[in-house]
């Protein structure tokens, strides 16, 4: 048997180099592995409910909720029960958040520019509808095996 083509292993190597170099950038500011993706979900959406973010982040509830509580220990983020639903969960920025919001979206940015260095506007264009599609691929699969 051999393997149809690489694009899986290149997009989880892409995936892998850039977590690893953020993870190493804001190490500093005691984000352990992949936390930056929570914060910045949270302070793009904030008052999200924790079962939300789970769906956005694309991993389980326990994930999650272990870097929920590690971002709310580190001052980053603040949970507020849901007036609504008992239940439920609201997540909210801390100002410390949202300073670090920033700081990451500027890294974000930089990665972004060292990844696309030498593509077209066109080129740009092209690989994000493709990557949108891929996701929307898998992303539907994902949700069908959870």
Same mark, same amino acid.
């Given at each position: 048997? !051999? ?6 292993? +290149? ?7 850039? &977590?690893? #170099? ?9 984000? @352990?592995? /992949? &936390? ?13 409910? &924790? #079962? ?5 982040? +694309? #991993?389980? *509830? /326990?994930?999650?909720? *272990?870097?929920?509580? !590690?971002?709310?220990?580190? /001052? ?21 958040? *949202? *300073? ?8 974000? =940015? ?6 696309? @260095? ?8 092209? #690989? ?7 996701? =929307? ?10």
């Amino acid at each position: 048997m !051999k393997l149809e083509n690489e694009l899986l292993r +290149n997009i989880g190597s892409l995936c892998r180099c850039v &977590q690893s #170099v953020m993870d190493l950038k804001f190490r500093h500011y005691n984000l @352990q592995r /992949g &936390q930056f993706i929570f914060l910045t979900r949270t302070c793009e959406n904030p008052g999200i409910r &924790q #079962v939300e973010l789970t769906s956005i982040c +694309n #991993v389980d *509830k /326990g994930t999650t909720a *272990k870097a929920v509580s !590690k971002l709310e220990a580190a /001052g980053y983020l603040i949970r507020k029960q849901d007036a609504g639903d008992g239940r439920a969960w609201n997540l909210f920025p801390t100002e410390s958040g *949202k *300073k670090l919001y920033e700081a990451l979206i500027q890294e974000e =940015n930089r990665e972004l520019s060292l990844i696309l @260095q030498g593509f077209t506007e066109k080129e740009i264009d092209e #690989v994000l509808r493709l990557v949108a599609k891929l996701q =929307n691929n898998m992303q539907d699969h994902w949700r069908a095996c959870r």
